[in-house]
């Protein structure tokens, strides 16, 4: 057998087989023109709130407290989307058999507008709990507003204690912190 001469097969054609023509392609949408945004940032530690009763709804309406307030200025975007994250430590005063809820409600004030609850979410304390013990918490909420052009937005954070038995203990909110991250959508 003779050795493979890869030189004496370079003068011929390479073969390639013709290409199926391609239908033509619509054009492209255009992107929308999202020029970089500024973002808005604000942090805020938390002094805490102690001794907030929890009390028995059947019997009287609980008693919020206030934990923080945050702002955003909000006067460079046109749909601002805002993000409000809290983190803190619930701290239970008395030990307790009797079933819980810490109710924590966000309100939110835009320029002159009346303040609205926005959000809320409750943290419910079924089982025993011994005087003292912590329960960290961290939540986060989206706001974000289409068509709204608002120049400042104030974030109001409270914090309410319920039972549906009779109680006496109370909770205290420590060590948390607020903060915001602001940007415009496109």
Not at 11 to 28: G, M
Not at 96 to 115: G, L, S, W
Request: aromatic share 6%.
């Amino acid at each position: 057998m003779l050795p493979y001469d890869c030189d004496a097969y370079r003068h011929l054609p390479a073969y390639n087989p013709p290409k199926p023509a391609c239908p033509p392609q619509p054009e492209p949408e255009p992107k929308p023109k999202c020029e970089p945004k500024p973002l808005v940032s604000s942090c805020k530690n938390m002094s805490g709130v102690a001794n907030i009763p929890i009390i028995n709804i059947t019997a009287a309406s609980p008693v919020p407290k206030t934990l923080g307030t945050i702002s955003a200025d909000l006067h460079c975007f046109s749909k601002p989307c805002v993000k409000l994250d809290l983190s803190a430590l619930i701290v239970i005063g008395l030990a307790t058999d009797v079933p819980f809820t810490i109710t924590f409600r966000v309100y939110k004030r835009c320029d002159n507008q009346a303040e609205m609850e926005f959000n809320s979410f409750d943290v419910s304390i079924v089982n025993p709990v011994a005087a003292g013990t912590s329960l960290p918490i961290s939540f986060n909420i989206c706001d974000c507003c289409e068509n709204c052009p608002v120049k400042c937005c104030t974030y109001r954070i409270m914090a309410e204690g319920t039972a549906l038995a009779a109680i006496t203990d109370y909770f205290s909110v420590n060590q948390g912190v607020l903060s915001i991250l602001a940007a415009d959508e496109c």
